[in-house]
């Protein structure tokens, strides 16, 4: 879906790519896959992939679906925005909207799809889940008041995020899992890597809240008496 009336900055490590190939596979789709069509084949396979992570203690084969059904999510979760703005269809607050409910639908299954595999601790990927939201409703805020949409952080954006468990799920797939214990807590490597991520994560969102911050002060300078005096409909607002 196309986004918000708001600019665009993205610098994930992947955009180059993207940016080549993703108006090429919208122009090669036929013309009755919509963008709608997208958003839906994009939650039907991240649902898709929490269930692959949820059995996968019954086969490693469900690793190797959920590989392939990252593929499937990418295609989805990308193509509905990049095919509307191709056919010149946007509609930009049902897309920005319909797009991020989506993903948030999306971050769950996995999460709790990886919570309930025997590679993650519940805890460990809910974890993960609540950081992800922390970091989407800054991201939000920063589009409304900055007019400034840019999802990633640090070079890092849900494309790079996906080829990032698409290798730890080859990794796990060819039997590759090292435990540790600590404080009689048995860990995986996938639970170690997950709380690093959730650090680094909380990190990167404070470092990124306290530049939104200083560049507001900025723009917005502390005690300093405005010209118009507000209406008495604005004086209960933010300040």
Same mark, same amino acid.
């Given at each position: 879906?196309?986004?918000?009336?708001?600019?665009?900055?993205?610098?994930?490590?992947?955009?180059?790519?993207? #940016?080549?190939?993703?108006?090429?596979?919208?122009?090669?789709?036929?013309?009755?896959?919509?963008?709608?069509?997208?958003?839906?084949?994009?939650?039907?396979?991240?649902?898709?992939?929490?269930?692959?992570?949820?059995?996968?203690?019954?086969?490693?084969?469900?690793?190797?679906?959920?590989?392939?059904?990252?593929?499937?999510?990418?295609?989805? $979760?990308?193509? $509905?925005?990049?095919?509307?703005?191709?056919?010149?269809?946007?509609?930009?607050?049902?897309?920005?909207?319909?797009?991020?409910?989506?993903?948030?639908?999306?971050?769950?299954?996995?999460?709790?799809?990886?919570?309930?595999?025997?590679?993650?601790?519940?805890?460990?990927?809910? !974890?993960?889940? /609540?950081?992800? +939201?922390?970091?989407?409703?800054?991201?939000?805020?920063?589009?409304?008041?900055? #007019?400034?949409?840019?999802?990633? +952080?640090?070079?890092?954006?849900?494309?790079?995020?996906?080829?990032?468990?698409?290798?730890?799920?080859?990794?796990?797939?060819?039997?590759?899992?090292?435990?540790?214990?600590? #404080?009689?807590? $048995?860990?995986? !490597?996938? $639970?170690?890597?997950?709380?690093?991520?959730?650090?680094?994560?909380?990190?990167?969102?404070?470092?990124? /809240?306290?530049?939104?911050?200083?560049?507001?002060? #900025?723009?917005?300078?502390?005690?300093?008496?405005?010209?118009?005096?507000?209406?008495?409909?604005?004086?209960?607002?933010?300040?």
């Amino acid at each position: 879906m196309s986004d918000a009336e708001h600019t665009r900055e993205p610098q994930y490590l992947l955009r180059g790519f993207e #940016k080549w190939a993703l108006p090429r596979m919208a122009a090669a789709l036929p013309k009755w896959v919509l963008p709608d069509h997208m958003t839906a084949l994009g939650i039907v396979s991240a649902a898709g992939i929490g269930i692959c992570y949820a059995s996968s203690g019954y086969s490693t084969n469900y690793l190797w679906l959920a590989n392939l059904l990252w593929i499937v999510n990418w295609v989805g $979760d990308s193509l $509905d925005g990049t095919l509307a703005r191709v056919r010149r269809i946007e509609r930009p607050r049902y897309g920005y909207y319909l797009d991020h409910i989506v993903d948030m639908f999306a971050v769950a299954f996995v999460c709790i799809g990886l919570g309930f595999s025997p590679y993650l601790l519940l805890s460990v990927g809910l !974890a993960m889940l /609540i950081a992800y +939201y922390l970091m989407s409703i800054n991201v939000y805020l920063e589009t409304f008041v900055m #007019k400034s949409f840019q999802f990633g +952080y640090a070079y890092i954006g849900p494309t790079e995020v996906r080829v990032i468990l698409m290798l730890g799920g080859t990794a796990l797939a060819l039997g590759f899992e090292p435990t540790f214990e600590v #404080k009689h807590v $048995d860990m995986t !490597a996938l $639970d170690v890597i997950g709380l690093i991520g959730v650090g680094v994560m909380i990190l990167a969102l404070l470092r990124r /809240i306290g530049g939104n911050l200083s560049k507001l002060a #900025k723009l917005e300078p502390a005690n300093v008496v405005k010209d118009v005096a507000p209406s008495d409909g604005d004086r209960s607002g933010p300040h």
